[in-house]
């Protein structure tokens, strides 16, 4: 494992390369960014992007995609994998907003898990890019990559995440989810890493770096 040290050094790294990350999901708003989240379970994000580029125009708000019934929000996200219970999530998620929180997205982590077709990594997201909390969603990118480099070990997400929380410095925590998740999507791919232009190459543990 890593020491304190080298923790630092590595976000330090991806700091100074890319100072101010976010998610690549394109949204406007809380709502739109939760529906993006919500359909990016199993699914790419620019699968998602190509699908809410026209979804949005037609419905961005929770009376919108109700208008537009189960039947017809399906035609906008068939594309996606898991649709279907995407769509049944979404509508009840919707109609659930209008119930409760005047069709805003709630500030709180209890609220958001409620909601269907929400668990911890989705709220953690909408915590951490939308409500600037410090917070880590693990997505398997994140499971796979603090483990390889050598930042955490464990064998479930939340494992993974109560490790990060610890370890990573307090001025890299709130960005420190995004630096991770596009490592692990373009540098620390699950195959076959890019170790030949990786940043942190020389601090990385993983044994079987790609030439």
């Not at 037609?58 to 996606?80: D, F, M, R």
């Not at 998620?93 to 409620?114: D, F, G, M, N, W």
């Amino acid at each position: 494992m890593l020491n304190a040290a080298k923790v630092r050094e590595v976000f330090r790294r991806f700091q100074k390369i890319n100072p101010k990350p976010t998610t690549e999901l394109v949204y406007h708003s809380s709502f739109e960014l939760l529906i993006a989240v919500i359909l990016s379970a199993q699914a790419t994000d620019v699968s998602v992007n190509k699908a809410t580029q026209v979804l949005f125009k037609k419905a961005n708000t929770p009376e919108k995609i109700l208008q537009l019934g189960l039947v017809g929000l399906k035609k906008y996200i068939k594309s996606i994998g898991l649709y279907n219970t995407k769509a049944k999530n979404i509508v009840k998620t919707c109609e659930i907003l209008i119930e409760k929180y005047a069709s805003k997205v709630p500030h709180s982590r209890q609220a958001l898990e409620s909601l269907p077709g929400v668990g911890r990594k989705t709220a953690n997201v909408i915590l951490n890019t939308y409500f600037g909390e410090a917070v880590i969603a693990v997505d398997t990118h994140i499971f796979r990559v603090t483990q390889r480099i050598g930042l955490a070990k464990g064998k479930t997400p939340a494992a993974i995440e109560q490790q990060l929380i610890k370890i990573i410095p307090k001025e890299f925590l709130h960005d420190a989810h995004h630096w991770l998740i596009l490592h692990g999507r373009y540098i620390c791919t699950a195959r076959k890493p890019h170790c030949f232009e990786c940043p942190i190459n020389d601090i990385c543990e993983y044994p079987d770096k790609t030439t």
